[in-house]
């Protein structure tokens, strides 16, 4: 069994390509918290990386699963540059339940954050071709069932910016908003949301998205709304900016299980 959690689906196009090769399901972190998964003896968790650590959904729904102490447990980390503590943390989690990390390792992929910052995601692709082989080494060493940590140590890059002053001053850069004038409250960040964080202001002269407290910071709403109505720390969002996976369309988010 393979759990992803994806914001504009590299991480799910990658748990895609292991499973294919390793004849294993695919499901979120979300649907994979309400089922048993002691019976699976081979269990891989990919997710991103944000800020130089693991999504805080990925580290919450981690404390909530169930895996046999017996499974091969491996973690990919698909991301744009630095994994930082995003293994260290989850393995740490998995330790504290008994379960062992067998495997690590990371591939870069474009870094749909770039937005936030003024830069092209769409021009990273480049990444796709430049560590395809990379990708192909990892599924082997899984299916070989390797046991080897690359880019699973603690690093004080991930420790700093896990402190509560710096997630503070952190948090603001990438913290999507909705540009009322813009949005057409046409649901579909209401949709694909993985935290079930974005409602519909529907007032007697408007109608538009409204974003709460729990912000993953994913960016799926940024990326994927058809009026480039999200933006972020007030940016204009450009419609040529906004990137998501080759391998996966709007549909498949719609179409997931959390």
Known sequence: MILYFSGTGNCLS???QIAENTSEQVMTFYEATKLDLSRHSVVGLVYPSYYFNAPTPVVELTKQLTISPDAYVFIV?????QTGNSVWSVEQILKHKGIKVAYCNKIRVPDCSAI??????NDQKWKFNKYAQRLQTIIKDIKERRHSKHFGAWGIAGWFC??????RYTKPLLQPQVNTRKCIGCNT???ICPQNNISIADL???????IGDNCAQCLRCVHFCPKQAIEIAGKPTPKEH???NPDVKLKNLLEEKL
């Open 14 to 16: 990658i748990a895609r």
């Open 116 to 121: 936030g910052f003024g830069r092209n995601p």
């Open 242 to 244: 906004q990137y998501h």
């Open 189 to 191: 960040c209401v949709s």
């Open 77 to 81: 980390v698909p991301c744009g540059a």
């Open 162 to 167: 896990s402190l509560t002053w710096m997630k």
């Open 204 to 210: 007697p002269q408007n109608k538009f998205a409204f």
